[in-house]
Nanobody
């Protein structure tokens, strides 16, 4: 059973930075990509960023381009989300997800097989 565990969330002032981590429990599980999604209160879960596992190809939501960077440490089986220039509208629970296979798009929630429990990010103005 694969488990994804997020960490690194917290409270930060607008303009600040946070780095989220997502560690996978099963070192050898096959995956096509990992991603970060977020869900703000009263809103649907939305795509933030994704990275393919073999070629490190990254994609980002327009709202975070130029501010957030997704990366991974294959040896540590961990994916990171570096968030800079944070805005109050970035406040949300952030979830990491892993897709075993490519299903046409890495920005669609239903294309992911495994999910973490989420970590809260709060940006104060």
């Amino acid at each position: 059973q694969v488990q994804l565990v997020e960490s690194g969330g917290g409270l930060v002032q607008a303009g600040g930075s946070l780095r989220l981590s997502c560690a996978a429990s099963a070192l050898t599980f096959s995956r096509s990509a990992e991603a970060w999604f977020r869900q703000a209160p009263g809103k649907e879960r939305e795509f933030v960023a994704a990275i393919t596992w073999t070629r490190d190809i990254t994609t980002y939501a327009d709202s975070v381009k130029g501010r957030f960077t997704i990366s991974r440490d294959k040896a540590k089986n961990t994916v990171f989300l570096q968030m800079n220039s944070l805005k109050p509208e970035d406040t949300a629970v952030y979830y990491c997800a892993a897709a075993q296979f490519y299903r046409g798009s890495y920005s669609i929630m239903n294309n992911y097989d495994y999910w973490g429990q989420g970590t809260q990010v709060t940006v104060s103005s």
